[in-house]
């Protein structure tokens, strides 16, 4: 076997080329094909979703695999595809006992769980049968629901013209729940899961599921039912498309008939079009599948999901063209200060960090576009485009973790449709009015809910409302006095001027009065340094409890 061979077969597999693989084995005598050429056949079959196949050839070396932990993953992989979880358990544990595989581990947890999960629904359904529960609460009642998913109950004529349609024969207990009312959303609409997939750690959502019909747009027959998925979306035809999900196409949940046929009864599967369409089982059966779905509530993790985009926004480090461009102001702490101010007032709109069509992330769209501007010269829509993602979007640590191209395109050129970015010869860039505004929008977004104000005398303000902000702070130290009026505010800051900025103490002064606090300074510049600073510690809840201890009662 030649090296330029093996060579190969490793660049097809780390480009997805497993037909090749397959095609250049197949091409060669069985003579030739010792252990290690089997072994990338078995892998080809597998990610070509020919298990059977694959373990076929697997074994023919059983002998000499049983002491690689990779033949025995191979083995585990194509068991756990076909459903036979205890023996991809067995081959799963091997491979773990041989050679540590975090991913192993992972399918070993999916193994049991489903084991588990399984062993427990059909229990339950001996116990109460799946024609026998209460269903009157199942579905949703909606206008869109009858719309576009409830159809008349399904004759014996329509069931058999789907069913040829389709290529398969549907199971008893689908045929009967249809009959019963025939498609719709359901009230609960999630299903846990052993893995994670593109949707959620622990679960995957639908929409609504299919009726048996041709009528309504989401029936196994209708404009976006069961062929229409395989069709134009390029499922794999394991079998049927029962079930939409949230993403619009982008996965879906399958009756799964590679391991009974095409008359056999077929497991429940999610198949994932973002992630190469990669199959996760769900349940043994239809019924299961039904019985088995929860609650959103269930899985409701907004607050956690908050707390963990606020402290993301807070503390993680900007992408290197972020941090590049912020430093290139020559204001680079005082801008990444006002950037991790608006996104924090994001996520504590949203509940989650992302950029949409509000202002405050048209804010954000802005100032990326500055930023960038102000460090490149002669920008042109290609290069910035093709940069954006780098900034925040597709960036590691502060990220919103995606974005809509077109949606940022869009946004360019509304903008020059508006007359805010100048495009002089295909060279992009804001107009000097636009970046005066922006400047000052960032100044009132950052320092929110403090103000500022800058005088016609030259002398420039930042006040705030006495009662409106930090005021569980204040009640901490409630019994010693202080009430978090203007007062007390002044006392707070004024022990951040002398410990953080004491360059500035002569400079920035305190005019506080009951209702209100306020700071001053004729140097615009040195107050901005200190209205940023004093805002960045308040959010710092460590940082501002340790100034607090220190601050006196006036």
């Given at each position: 076997?030649?090296?330029?061979?093996?060579?190969?077969?490793?660049?097809?597999?780390?480009?997805?080329?497993?037909?090749?693989?397959?095609?250049?084995?197949?091409?060669?005598?069985?003579?030739?094909?010792?252990?290690?050429?089997?072994?990338?056949?078995?892998?080809?079959?597998?990610?070509?979703?020919?298990?059977?196949?694959?373990?076929?050839?697997?074994?023919?070396?059983?002998?000499?695999?049983?002491?690689?932990?990779?033949?025995?993953?191979?083995?585990?992989?194509?068991?756990?595809?076909?459903q036979?979880?205890?023996?991809?358990?067995?081959?799963?544990?091997?491979?773990?006992e041989?050679?540590?595989?975090?991913?192993?581990?992972?399918?070993?947890?999916?193994?049991?769980?489903?084991?588990?999960k399984?062993?427990?629904?059909?229990?339950?359904?001996?116990?109460?049968?799946?024609?026998?529960?209460?269903?009157?609460?199942?579905?949703?009642?909606?206008?869109?629901?009858d719309?576009?998913?409830?159809?008349a109950?399904?004759?014996?004529?329509?069931?058999?013209?789907?069913?040829?349609?389709?290529?398969?024969?549907?199971?008893?207990?689908?045929?009967?729940?249809?009959?019963?009312?025939?498609?719709?959303?359901?009230?609960?609409?999630?299903?846990?899961?052993?893995?994670?997939?593109?949707?959620?750690?622990?679960?995957?959502?639908?929409?609504?599921?299919?009726?048996?019909?041709?009528?309504?747009?989401?029936?196994?027959?209708?404009?976006?039912?069961?062929?229409?998925?395989?069709?134009?979306?390029?499922?794999?035809?394991?079998?049927?498309?029962?079930?939409?999900?949230?993403?619009?196409g982008?996965?879906?949940?399958?009756?799964?008939?590679?391991?009974?046929?095409?008359?056999?009864?077929?497991?429940?599967?999610?198949?994932?079009?973002?992630?190469?369409?990669?199959?996760?089982?769900?349940?043994p059966?239809?019924?299961?599948?039904?019985?088995?779905?929860?609650?959103?509530?269930?899985?409701?993790?907004?607050?956690?999901?908050?707390?963990?985009?606020?402290?993301?926004?807070?503390?993680?480090?900007?992408?290197?063209?972020?941090?590049?461009?912020?430093?290139?102001?020559?204001?680079?702490?005082?801008?990444?200060?006002?950037?991790?101010?608006?996104?924090?007032?994001?996520?504590?709109?949203?509940?989650?960090?992302?950029?949409?069509?509000?202002?405050?992330s048209?804010?954000?769209?802005?100032?990326?576009?500055?930023?960038?501007?102000?460090?490149?010269?002669?920008?042109?829509?290609?290069?910035?485009?093709?940069?954006?993602?780098?900034?925040?979007?597709?960036?590691?640590?502060?990220?919103?973790?995606?974005?809509?191209?077109?949606?940022?395109?869009?946004?360019?050129?509304?903008?020059?449709?508006?007359?805010?970015?100048?495009?002089?010869?295909?060279i992009?860039?804001?107009?000097?009015?636009?970046?005066?505004?922006?400047?000052?929008?960032?100044?009132?977004?950052?320092?929110?809910?403090?103000?500022?104000?800058?005088?016609?005398?030259?002398?420039?303000?930042?006040?705030?409302?006495?009662?409106?902000?930090?005021?569980?702070l204040?009640?901490?130290?409630?019994?010693?006095?202080?009430?978090?009026?203007?007062?007390?505010?002044?006392?707070?800051?004024?022990?951040?001027?002398?410990?953080k900025?004491?360059?500035?103490?002569?400079?920035?002064?305190?005019?506080?009065?009951?209702?209100?606090?306020?700071?001053?300074?004729?140097?615009?510049?040195?107050?901005?340094?200190?209205?940023?600073?004093?805002?960045?510690?308040?959010?710092?809840?460590?940082?501002?409890?340790?100034?607090?201890?220190?601050?006196?009662?006036?």
């Amino acid at each position: 076997m030649s090296e330029k061979l093996l060579s190969m077969l490793e660049k097809w597999y780390e480009d997805d080329q497993h037909d090749k693989i397959v095609e250049a084995i197949e091409q060669l005598p069985k003579s030739e094909r010792n252990y290690e050429l089997i072994g990338h056949y078995g892998r080809a079959l597998n990610n070509l979703g020919r298990y059977q196949e694959a373990l076929s050839e697997l074994f023919t070396v059983k002998q000499q695999g049983q002491q690689d932990a990779d033949w025995h993953w191979r083995v585990g992989y194509a068991y756990f595809y076909m459903q036979k979880w205890q023996e991809a358990l067995d081959a799963f544990e091997k491979t773990l006992e041989l050679q540590f595989d975090a991913i192993a581990e992972e399918y070993i947890v999916a193994c049991q769980d489903i084991i588990k999960k399984s062993a427990e629904a059909l229990e339950d359904i001996k116990l109460t049968p799946f024609r026998e529960r209460d269903f009157s609460q199942f579905w949703e009642k909606s206008d869109y629901a009858d719309k576009n998913y409830v159809e008349a109950p399904p004759t014996t004529e329509m069931i058999a013209s789907i069913e040829e349609e389709l290529g398969y024969k549907l199971p008893a207990d689908y045929i009967w729940f249809m009959q019963k009312q025939n498609g719709g959303i359901p009230v609960n609409t999630c299903f846990p899961t052993a893995m994670p997939t593109s949707w959620a750690e622990d679960h995957v959502a639908i929409t609504g599921i299919m009726g048996i019909g041709r009528e309504k747009t989401y029936s196994l027959g209708g404009d976006l039912g069961s062929n229409f998925m395989l069709e134009e979306w390029g499922y794999p035809n394991i079998g049927v498309v029962i079930a939409d999900c949230p993403s619009a196409g982008h996965d879906v949940i399958m009756l799964d008939y590679r391991a009974c046929g095409a008359d056999g009864e077929p497991a429940v599967v999610h198949v994932d079009q973002e992630a190469d369409y990669y199959i996760t089982f769900l349940a043994p059966n239809f019924a299961t599948f039904i019985t088995g779905l929860v609650n959103e509530e269930v899985f409701d993790t907004s607050e956690q999901d908050k707390l963990d985009d606020l402290d993301m926004v807070k503390h993680a480090p900007f992408s290197p063209l972020l941090q590049s461009l912020s430093e290139n102001t020559g204001e680079g702490n005082q801008i990444e200060a006002a950037i991790r101010s608006i996104c924090m007032q994001i996520v504590e709109d949203k509940g989650f960090f992302a950029l949409h069509a509000d202002e405050l992330s048209m804010l954000m769209y802005d100032i990326q576009f500055w930023l960038y501007t102000n460090a490149n010269s002669e920008v042109t829509r290609e290069q910035y485009l093709a940069d954006y993602k780098d900034i925040i979007a597709l960036a590691h640590g502060f990220s919103t973790g995606g974005y809509a191209p077109d949606f940022v395109a869009d946004w360019l050129d509304e903008c020059i449709a508006k007359g805010d970015i100048v495009n002089q010869q295909g060279i992009l860039s804001f107009t000097a009015d636009k970046v005066a505004r922006l400047q000052a929008q960032i100044v009132n977004e950052a320092l929110k809910p403090f103000k500022w104000l800058e005088h016609d005398s030259g002398n420039t303000s930042f006040f705030l409302t006495a009662g409106i902000y930090k005021q569980e702070l204040f009640e901490t130290r409630e019994d010693e006095g202080f009430q978090g009026n203007g007062y007390d505010w002044a006392s707070l800051a004024d022990v951040y001027l002398q410990e953080k900025l004491p360059e500035l103490v002569g400079i920035v002064r305190f005019d506080p009065e009951a209702d209100m606090f306020c700071a001053y300074s004729n140097q615009k510049e040195a107050l901005l340094q200190f209205a940023v600073g004093f805002k960045q510690a308040c959010e710092n809840d460590e940082l501002i409890q340790d100034l607090f201890s220190r601050a006196i009662l006036d």
